[in-house]
């Protein structure tokens, strides 16, 4: 695969922005295309075979187009969908963010207790508890599923009240047990802009941390490992697809993104019928029971 083609880089919305601006800072040179699937977000409480289903289009698209390697930046798509699109991109390296993550929090924890907060799917799969068992055996793991988090994020509320109240009744009873974490891994690529608003309510007692620096390590050690780093002596340039209208996508992006994107570098793809959309219809049934 050619070293100037793109890395391709997919979530479900703009979460994986976060995950996108760790990589540019630490690849300067390369050029990347991201996809966001923002028609079909969220991700998080959709079952594991709507995810591997939705994860593998996004992959295909990307592969379509010409890239040297795909980063899921997504943790719901990288906990249940990693082993298929290994296989659906062959040849491509497919990189998650689950095992960064779980080495950022693993390296962070002094007293090894690590609180990970995630989606529904990203907890039920367990796949953070097992990655950071491999890691620090000894290590003790408690998941918390906050599926808010992802829809106040997506709506750019990132700080204030609500998000405080929201946090205060996902997380005030993970400080108040026996063995209170000291490291929190936001396993979510959405919610490291909730990080400062997570801090305040939890007043300083943990370190909080994602998994983009340490995802973005693991992607240069394997474009270094191929000859494929590509550094030409000019910045690098960013290509975005949404499946969802471009402007929201732009406008939400920028917080996440912390740049400007561009509307115009924005295009709108379609990812294909779903196969919900393909089974017939069902019909509504509005009986009240008085006819
Ligand atoms: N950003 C995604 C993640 O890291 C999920 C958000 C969602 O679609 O539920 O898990």
Redesign the pocket.
Known sequence: LPTRLPIGVF???V??LTVLRALRARLPGEDFLYLGDTAR?????KSAASVIRYSTQCAQALTGRGIKALVVA????ASVALPALAETCNGVKVHG?VEPGAQAAVAASRAGSIAVL??E??IADGAYSRAIARLAPDARVTGIAC?MF?ALAESGWVDGPIVELIAHRYLDGLMTGADPPDTLLL????FPVLAPALARVLGGRISIIDSAATTAVAVTEGLKATGRVRDVGRRGRVRFLATDDPERFARVGTIFYGEPIDREAVELIDLGPTAEAAEPPVPLNYSTGRS
Do not use: E, I
Not at 41 to 45: A, E, K, S
Not at 74 to 77: H, Y
Not at 187 to 190: D, L
């Open positions: 979530d479900s919305g979460g994986g977000l969220p991700y998080g409480t997504c943790n719901t798509a963010v995630a989606t799917g990203t599926p992802v396993g979510c690529t959405h």
